[in-house]
Every structure is written in structure tokens, then in C-alpha cells.
């Protein structure tokens, strides 16, 4: 198994936000994570990346014990976050954005040679390379932002809400990219508020409610769920 969350919670300050969740990532498969708003699906994330200590379980990635490690030591070892919201840097260009993802890398060499393939992969940043991110649209923004952690050259791309607020047409553009990241061998968790889009994409779910784990199985099958599709896909 790729990565492992067992029994793992987590709170913010004396709040608590996750409680005794376990998730499975098999290497070279999609793992989607759906809920409702404030359910725990970003929590879950942040603790996989780093970016918020568990209070309880433990989290492995290859074997090994990450929970613990500070995000920069996370990232190191092999997994990058697409956070919501995006998070690009405003006032940097596209390509200063994009070698911000290598900034843990020496490999000087294959940094410039994975910038190529960001730009071959995304050809509308090749176009503004030099442009002001925030100046770009919301699907370019999008696609900043999974360029810049696919520059650290990740194992593991952990992904949380890639199709909020987006047109319909990006959003299955955005949709095609997972697909294509995920067939060269780069193994996805998936959080999506589109339940449909995230069932679609995913080999296998994760159902969070208040904080807990309530669902757990192939995602085909989880889509068929008769509480599934009352709850998060509106039939």
C-alpha cells in the first residue's frame, strides 16, 4: 500500500475535526474522499501533507511513518497537495509559480526537463509563462496549481476541490488532466464537493460525515449506494 491513514484524528486547537479514520491508497489508483461541507475531507488531506498534526493514529507512506514530519519533510518524500482554493502566488509569474514546486530539489537538470512536460501538459501556461498569476482565469489558476506540485515530482498528488468554482467545460478539462496524470503512474486522492465527478474518476471512495468515516468501498459501487446517490447525488 502506497499510503495509510490508521485510526488518525486531528483537531484544530480544542476542536476536534477528524476522529479515527483510516484510508487506503493502493499505488497507481484514484481514492476519492466525499462528503459534505465541513464533514473532514480537507482535514484529512492537511494531516496526510503535513500541514496538521494528528492528535491520535498514524499515517505511513511506503512503509514508512510520516505523521509527525513537518509538510516540507512530507513533501520530500514524495507527496504533493493541490490545495483548495488553489493558493497560487498572486504577484509571481507562471513559471516562478511552477519552480516554487521544485524549491526542495537539486536535480537541476530534470527540474528544467519536468517544466517541459508542465508546459507540454498545459500548453495555456507555456503561452503566459511571464504572465502575473493573478491575472489568469479561474481554470488556468487551477492548472497553475497542479503544475507547480507536479514540479516536486511527486509519488502521491493529493488533490482537494480541483473543480470548484469552475465552468463546466474546465471542469471536464480539469477531469481529463486527473485521468491522464493518473494513467502515466501517479497515484490521486481525490477530494471533490461533485460527488458525480469524484465516483467517476476514483477506483475507490471514502464517505466522511461529521468527522467519521461513514462509507467505504469501490467508488462503481459506492455510486449505486441508495444513501450515496440521496445524499451527495441528488437521485
Not at 45 to 67: H, N, Q, W, Y
Not at 89 to 116: C, H, Q, S, Y
Request: with cysteine; aromatic share 4%; proline share 5%.
Amino acid at each position: 500500500m502506497l499510503l495509510e491513514m490508521k485510526g488518525v484524528s486531528a483537531a484544530y486547537g480544542k476542536i476536534p475535526a477528524i476522529r479515527n479514520i483510516s484510508v487506503s491508497v493502493p499505488e497507481g489508483k484514484i481514492v476519492t474522499i466525499i462528503g459534505a461541507n465541513g464533514a473532514g475531507k480537507t482535514t484529512t488531506l492537511r494531516a496526510m501533507s503535513g500541514m496538521l498534526p494528528v492528535t491520535a493514529g498514524e499515517i505511513t507512506f511506503e512503509g514508512k511513518r510520516i505523521d509527525g514530519l513537518p509538510a516540507s519533510k512530507v513533501v520530500a518524500h514524495g507527496i504533493a497537495h493541490v490545495p483548495e482554493g488553489r493558493r497560487i502566488f498572486p504577484d509571481m509569474t507562471v513559471e516562478e509559480n511552477l519552480r516554487t514546486g521544485a524549491f526542495l530539489r537539486r536535480d537541476w537538470d530534470e527540474i528544467e526537463k519536468d517544466l517541459d512536460k508542465v508546459y507540454t501538459r498545459f500548453p495555456r501556461l507555456r503561452e503566459r509563462r511571464t504572465q502575473r498569476a493573478q491575472t489568469m482565469s479561474g481554470g488556468e489558476q487551477q492548472m497553475l496549481a497542479i503544475g507547480r506540485a507536479l514540479m516536486s515530482n511527486p509519488r502521491l498528488l493529493l488533490m482537494d476541490e480541483p473543480s470548484m468554482g469552475l465552468a463546466p467545460v474546465i471542469v471536464d478539462e480539469i477531469a481529463r488532466i486527473i485521468r491522464e496524470i493518473n494513467d502515466r503512474g501517479l497515484s490521486v486522492v481525490l477530494v471533490e464537493q461533485n460527488a458525480e465527478l469524484a465516483l467517476e474518476l476514483a477506483d475507490h471512495a471514502y464517505v466522511l460525515e461529521t468527522g467519521k468515516c461513514a462509507l467505504e468501498g469501490p467508488a462503481n459501487e459506492l455510486h449505486e449506494n441508495e444513501h450515496v446517490r440521496a445524499a451527495y447525488l441528488g437521485i
